[in-house]
């Protein structure tokens, strides 16, 4: 079992930065894909970035040049760096974690779920 708790969502104005943490614990984290959701309101989930156990990356194309994805395998953490924020950028951020490598795009790939952190941009 693997327990994610979020932190690090607030309200903020467009261009403006946050960083969201996921604090992981349970056995075989370190073995395991983390990713980041967004979900807006009224859309579908959708994965924003991930990272896998070695480090590799992946981030969706909207935040490619202002997200960052990192991890402490040290402190259990994993990190979303979010700079220059729109108001499109709102949503409810959800970490996951999962067994495998990336490409890991779809929900079904990630095992375990934080309850999310808000982060709302307004214009």
């Known amino acids: 079992q693997v327990q994610l708790v979020e932190s690090g969502g607030g309200l903020v104005q467009a261009g403006a930065s946050l960083r969201l943490s996921c604090a992981a614990s349970?056995?075989?984290?370190?073995?395991?894909?983390m990713g980041w959701f967004r979900q807006a309101p009224g859309k579908e989930r959708e994965l924003v970035a991930a990272?896998?156990?070695?480090?590799?990356?992946y981030r969706t194309d909207s935040v490619k040049d202002r997200f960052t994805v990192s991890r402490d395998n040290v402190k259990n953490t994993g990190y979303l760096q979010m700079n220059s924020l729109k108001p499109e950028d709102t949503g409810v951020y959800y970490c996951?974690?999962?067994?495998?490598?990336?490409?890991?795009?779809?929900?079904?790939?990630?095992?375990?779920w934080g309850r999310g952190t808000q982060v709302t941009v307004s214009s």
């Open positions: 996951a974690a999962g067994p495998g490598e990336l490409p890991m795009l779809q929900q079904g790939n990630y095992a375990y």
């Open positions: 349970g056995r075989s984290y370190i073995s395991y894909t």
């Open positions: 990272i896998s156990w070695g480090g590799r990356t």
